[in-house]
């Protein structure tokens, strides 16, 4: 077997499993919605926070951004043999919404 064919066989084998595992993430999540419970919220009346919904919002917005990155760099020839940067933009909203999680998380702790 050369290395072109195990490299291609390893490739496969990720994608099974990395399907597999995506398969048995959202099976988890669809028969149990009690995991989801705690995400937006840890208050007894169960009122949403606005820290953790902001930090949510901004998260996946950046993680659609960065999977268009990646798809636009499998469209190119040759195919990259590395991940795609990510913008200083996302980087900064990233860290500033985790700011903003943590002040708001400090901020109910302390009153």
């Given at each position: 077997m050369s290395l072109t064919?195990?490299?291609?066989l390893a490739q496969a084998g990720f994608e099974v499993w990395l399907a597999a595992f995506a398969i048995l993430v959202i099976w988890s999540l669809a028969t149990n919605p009690e995991r989801l419970s705690g995400l937006l919220t840890t208050r007894p009346d169960g009122a949403i926070e606005p820290?953790?919904?902001?930090?949510?919002?901004?998260?996946l917005a950046a993680a659609v951004a960065y999977l268009t990155l990646g798809a636009k760099a499998l469209g190119q020839s040759p195919i990259p043999h590395r991940l795609p940067d990510i913008s200083k933009t996302w980087l900064t909203a990233l860290t500033g919404s985790q700011i903003l999680y943590l002040g708001g998380k400090i901020g109910r702790t302390l009153s």
């Amino acid at each position: 077997m050369s290395l072109t064919q195990l490299a291609s066989l390893a490739q496969a084998g990720f994608e099974v499993w990395l399907a597999a595992f995506a398969i048995l993430v959202i099976w988890s999540l669809a028969t149990n919605p009690e995991r989801l419970s705690g995400l937006l919220t840890t208050r007894p009346d169960g009122a949403i926070e606005p820290e953790r919904l902001q930090s949510l919002i901004i998260m996946l917005a950046a993680a659609v951004a960065y999977l268009t990155l990646g798809a636009k760099a499998l469209g190119q020839s040759p195919i990259p043999h590395r991940l795609p940067d990510i913008s200083k933009t996302w980087l900064t909203a990233l860290t500033g919404s985790q700011i903003l999680y943590l002040g708001g998380k400090i901020g109910r702790t302390l009153s």
